[in-house]
């Protein structure tokens, strides 16, 4: 065996690019908001998607929507979309699905709680920090879901056959 093959394979990966691709800031009840006792019930919706580039090449989208309710009043509405360009070589199936999908998310959230913070201070309201996101687990739940379902599938067919 050569030296070379002795040696686990290198995993190739690089940032090209941190981005904003979307962002919205909305305060549907101003300025009467303002005069109520501020003690919100926060909400976060979070969504990642992944567009092949070209070869080894991915954009990777996180989708961030955070919703401040003050009663049954909107504060606030702050979407953010925050996108990067990474370059991923050597993985294969599950491993590059979970870098797409949980590594690259893991590197846009603190850009994208950033830009959220600092909507809703530019909003005049109190900082907003937002906690922080293990999108390994969310990435597993989604594989454990997806096997799940594709069982339930495959149990239905056989008792139509």
Not at 89 to 96: I, N
């Amino acid at each position: 065996m050569s030296e070379q093959q002795d040696q686990p394979q290198q995993i190739e990966f690089n940032i090209q690019r941190v981005y904003v691709k979307d962002i919205s800031f909305e305060c549907p009840n101003s300025p009467t908001i303002f005069k109520k006792e501020w003690a919100p019930e926060v909400s976060m919706d979070i969504d990642t998607k992944s567009t092949k580039l070209e070869e080894g090449v991915y954009e990777v989208v996180l989708s961030l929507t955070t919703t401040a309710k003050v009663g049954e009043d909107v504060a606030f509405l702050c979407e953010v979309q925050q996108a990067g360009i990474f370059s991923v070589g050597k993985l294969e199936g599950p491993q590059m699905a979970h870098c797409i999908n949980a590594f690259c998310p893991n590197i846009l959230f603190p850009y994208a709680r950033e830009a959220v913070a600092s909507l809703v201070t530019r909003g005049t309201f109190p900082q907003l920090n937002l906690a922080p996101v293990n999108f390994d687990a969310l990435f597993q739940q989604a594989v454990q879901s997806k096997q799940a379902e594709e069982t339930k599938q495959a149990e239905a067919a056989k008792l139509d056959s």
